[in-house]
T-cell receptor
Framework: AQSVAQPEDQVNVAEGNPLTVKCTYSVSGNPYLFWYVQYPNRGLQFLLKYITGDNLVKGSYGFEAEFNKSQTSFHLKKPSALVSDSALYFC????????????????FGKGTKLSVKP | DTAVSQTPKYLVTQMGNDKSIKCEQNLGHDTMYWYKQDSKKFLKIMFSYNNKELIINETVPNRFSPKSPDKAHLNLHINSLELGDSAVYFCAFGGQNTGELFFGEGSRLTVL
């Protein structure tokens, strides 16, 4: 079964500094990988995804993520953090090529709270 | 137009009551999900629907009943509510070829 690990409960950065939110995954085949953001009292918003192709994926709000197959990682990055980036970030995985049944589920990590201070 | 609308946003009720949460999409996606987010923000999948068929059902009590009258609508009915049912429930819709899901704003259920 697939799984996702987000090792940090919270990441603190100063505004203007680069940020990284870590994610590692486990699937038996090729992964679909996703990042979502959740602002307080809101639903999850899709940021970006990796399915195939370039390992560096660019998404919304200036975020990007790098797929590293050998390290089974998909870390979220942004070159210059904004206070408005403060939110809860979720990494998720689905096994490539499966849709429907338990292996087609989108499985989420436990979330990482990003706090950007002015 | 909101892509996924979910109602009610807040729901406070007594133990033992029955309640429903409703969800609607205008994205035309064919797979629908219910997720539960607990007080620690963990997201757990509860159900999914594909072409009006329930295709997964995790270890969820049978007091929870997902229903989809048509492709655009997904409801969650909960019978005999218990304290442990208090959580935020999200519906989500996705296309088979896109991979990503689109979430409603959530329904915060509080059982007293």
């Amino acid at each position: 079964a697939q799984s996702v690990a987000q090792p940090e409960d919270q990441v603190n950065v100063a505004e203007g500094n680069p940020l990284t939110v870590k994610c590692t995954y486990s699937v038996s085949g090729n992964p679909y990988l996703f990042w979502y953001v959740q602002y307080p009292n809101r639903g999850l918003q899709f940021l970006l995804k990796y399915i195939t192709g370039d390992n560096l994926v660019k998404g919304s709000y200036g975020f990007e993520a790098e797929f590293n197959k050998s390290q089974t990682s998909f870390h979220l990055k942004k070159p210059s953090a904004l206070v408005s980036d403060s939110a809860l970030y979720f990494c998720a995985v689905r096994e490539f090529g499966w849709y429907g049944g338990s292996q087609g589920n989108l499985i989420f990590g436990k979330g990482t709270k990003l706090s950007v201070k002015p | 137009d909101t892509a996924v609308s979910q109602t009610p946003k807040y729901l406070v009720t007594q133990m033992g009551n029955d309640k429903s949460i409703k969800c609607e999409q205008n994205l035309g996606h064919d797979t629908m999900y219910w997720y539960k987010q607990d007080s620690k923000k963990f997201l757990k999948i509860m159900f999914s629907y594909n072409n009006k068929e329930l295709i997964i059902n995790e270890t969820v009590p049978n007091r929870f009943s997902p229903k989809s009258p048509d492709k655009a609508h997904l409801n969650l009915h909960i019978n005999s509510l218990e304290l442990g049912d208090s959580a935020v429930y999200f519906c989500a819709f996705g296309g088979q070829n896109t991979g990503e899901l689109f979430f409603g704003e959530g329904s915060r259920l509080t059982v007293l």
